[in-house]
């Protein structure tokens, strides 16, 4: 092993060393925790991507769980209103681009 | 009860701790990331939904699930992310609806931690709302850190207007 490789693993240890004395000793991790796997297999997440834990599969499950008009997307009419711009401006906006309304709610939120 | 003996004060008071187990922001492999958890207490759905959507596009932050997590009305979300401490301070303090008792006991403490159990004579959790992304998730859902604590909390009375 070259002397660069050595200082490589060497910083490594040091910075494992440093995370392992910063973590708090009595957090213990939820993958072998039965009362986290209970709680995702009653919000609904099937058993066996529980304790395969890939997230893609989390929010498949997740999904089929909850029902379709739930999963909502604000339209730049009720973004516009939710940050306190006047209806007759948020309604003129919406005729915009989206990329141009953003930046524009995003400039309202900033000023007012 | 609180007994006076000249520049001495001695304070007693009794009350009835449950066991609760709690979810928490910090990672487990990673110590130095955390995952946002937001707890609100007593906001509508609506209001929620609204703020954490401005979130996730301002933050680029992946999917959000919103639970409910007991009868009154009280709400947890959670977006797996892995974020540093100071970032997601910054977001969960760009929550107008959060619960702020929450909020300054986590930045205390060094991370968030959210209620896994039910309280006495309440109801299950039930997820009420996920807010899709086009960002994906950070972290696996295992990666968080569990632990246990007592508390005489019977919810809800954290909230101020």
């Known amino acids: ?112 | 009860m609180i007994v006076r003996l000249g520049k001495l004060q001695l304070r007693m008071y009794i009350s009835i701790l449950e066991k609760r187990t709690g979810i928490n922001s910090q990672q487990y492999d990673n110590p130095d990331k955390h995952t946002l958890l937001w707890d609100f207490d007593r906001v509508s759905i609506s209001k929620i939904t609204k703020s954490l959507m401005l979130l996730q596009r301002k933050h680029k932050l992946p999917n959000i699930m919103i639970i409910q997590s007991s009868v009154k009305g009280s709400f947890h979300a959670y977006c797996f992310t892995a974020r540093s401490f100071r970032e997601v301070i910054h977001i969960l303090s760009d929550t107008p609806e959060i619960d702020i008792t929450y909020l300054r006991l986590g930045m205390v403490r060094g991370y968030f931690t959210l209620r896994i159990t039910p309280r006495q004579n309440e109801p299950n959790f039930k997820v009420v709302r996920t807010l899709m992304s086009v960002y994906p998730n950070e972290t696996n859902i295992n990666s968080m850190t569990i632990n246990e604590y007592l508390t005489n909390n019977k919810g809800g009375k954290n909230v101020k207007r």
């Open chain 1, 1 to 112: 092993m070259s002397k660069g490789r050595d200082r490589d693993y060497e910083r490594e240890v040091i910075e494992a060393a440093k995370r392992m004395k910063k973590y708090p000793e009595h957090l213990r991790s939820a993958r072998d925790s039965d009362v986290w796997k209970d709680f995702l297999i009653n919000i609904g997440v099937k058993e066996d991507i529980v304790d395969s834990s890939s997230g893609s599969d989390f929010w498949e499950s997740v999904r089929e769980k909850v029902d379709s008009k739930h999963i909502q997307r604000l339209s730049i009419y009720q973004q516009a209103r939710s940050v306190g711009m006047p209806a007759k401006i948020a309604r003129r906006i919406r005729d915009w681009s989206k990329e141009r309304a953003i930046e524009a709610i995003e400039r309202w939120q900033m000023a007012y």
